[in-house]
């Protein structure tokens, strides 16, 4: 399946087989994952926020971190590579860098992906 989000311009493809492939699993089993990975985003992203509003730049980049890791093994690419970014810029403690609308065109990536 392929997702077009209107506001970030980021196209996503959700292919299955795919990431069965490269996980060596059963196709069957994907839509567990993908089901996990929303539900497990919503702590990710609750303690991001919360982490993006004290400014804790170390504690940005390891949320960042963890979402990338879950989406990059889903092969969710557009995912992974804005979770990359903060990640950097967390690390860094780079002050210039927008998290906050980086957070936003994130949660909104994972909000268009349907729930299996």
């Known amino acids: ?9 980021y196209i996503m493809t959700v292919n299955y087989s795919e990431i069965a492939e490269a996980l060596k ?20 992203f609750e303690q991001l ?5 004290s400014q804790d730049y170390e504690k940005i980049g390891l949320h960042a971190h963890s979402l990338k890791g879950s989406a ?19 690390k860094a403690a780079d002050t210039s860098y927008d998290y906050e609308g980086n957070y936003s065109e994130l949660k ?5 992906i349907p729930q299996p």
Not at 1 to 9: A, S
Not at 49 to 53: K, L, Q
Not at 72 to 90: F, H, K, V
């Open 108 to 112: 909104a990536l994972v909000d268009s």
């Open 1 to 9: 399946m392929t997702l077009h989000h209107k506001e970030t311009g």
């Open 49 to 53: 926020s919360e982490a993006i509003a």
């Open 72 to 90: 990059a093994n889903l092969r969710l690419t557009p995912i992974s590579d804005l979770a990359l970014t903060m990640e950097q810029a967390g």
């Open 25 to 44: 699993i059963p196709e069957k089993h994907i839509p567990l994952l993908i089901g996990s990975f929303i539900n497990e985003s919503v702590t990710i």
